[in-house]
């Protein structure tokens, strides 16, 4: 009967050793990251590793694995593979908290693409993005020096992803600007669809800036097909960005220098407290 048992018994160690294996296996496709955690407003908590976020997902038998956790809070997650999506997915195992933090802690940046996908998180509230008019109007190329040296950025001044930026707070003085620019731009003038910066701002006058100001940005390319336009104006801190892009489709243009004026009209409430401006090209749409 001994012998008998034998070849269960051995059969019995192998399975066993075979399991140990096998979960020691497992093991070792697990992986661990530190990183900073992010609480969403739902509950969701996300890890957030070289500033890219990572959404994790209970995989262990612990209904309360993320209990406790705040924003900001140092942890170290014991996961499996992670999904290469935006934001990334994983199953996590084992979290442990090394240190507490705050939401301040997060990557603007982070909290801002999150955002922009839906995600709301406590504590944080998306600036509400500016109330604008814009229009485009001809100016003819002319010596932007003369511009830069009036402009709100003029220290970016040579570099070219920067365009001049103007600010007007009254009629006279957007009266006096183009009684200074007649001999170099043109103010009167349409060019095809274009109209004239005089046609533009018309209407600009003592009762628009009681509550507006304008400002004003020049381009110029050396092609008067092309066609530029406003398609943002972002706001951060005491900063305000303008984002000038080329509306046309036409791959090859006439080789004719050409300038635009494009406007921005903003409530004055809406530039409280803003110090710094900036008008840059970019492909950013709103």
């Known amino acids: 009967m001994k012998r008998k048992l034998l070849p269960a018994i051995l059969a019995s160690f192998l399975l066993t050793c075979t399991l140990t294996l096998c979960g020691c296996s497992a093991l070792r496709d697990l992986s661990a990251s530190t990183g900073v955690c992010l609480v969403a407003e739902n509950g969701q908590c996300l890890l957030i590793c070289d500033a890219s976020p990572i959404v994790l997902s209970n995989r262990s038998r612990d209904p309360d694995l993320f209990a406790g956790l705040q924003s900001g809070d140092t942890i170290r997650v014991t996961h499996d593979g992670i999904q290469e999506t935006y934001p990334a997915r994983t199953g996590a195992y084992a979290v442990q908290k090394l240190a507490s933090g705050s939401i301040e802690d997060i990557p603007v940046a982070v909290l801002d693409s999150l955002m922009d996908m839906g995600w709301t998180f406590k504590g944080i509230a998306r600036a509400e993005e500016p109330i604008f008019s814009t229009a485009v109007a001809w100016a003819n190329y002319g010596d932007e020096n003369l511009l830069w040296s009036r402009a709100a950025n003029r220290d970016t001044a040579g570099d070219a992803a920067h365009r001049p930026i103007l600010r007007f707070d009254s009629a006279d003085a957007l009266a006096a600007f183009k009684a200074e620019i007649a001999d170099t731009f043109d103010t009167q003038h349409d060019y095809d669809e274009i109209p004239s910066f005089n046609t533009v701002t018309a209407e600009m006058d003592d009762a628009f800036f009681t509550s507006h100001s304008l400002l004003l940005v020049y381009v110029w390319s050396g ?64």
């Open 223 to 286: 092609s008067c097909t092309w066609r530029y336009g406003v398609n943002a104006v972002d706001t951060e801190g005491n900063s305000l960005t303008v984002h000038v892009q080329r509306t046309d489709s036409f791959e090859v243009g006439d080789c004719a220098m050409a300038g635009w004026f494009l406007t921005v009209s903003l409530p004055k409430e809406q530039l409280s407290g803003i110090t710094a401006y900036d008008a840059v090209f970019s492909n950013r749409t709103a």
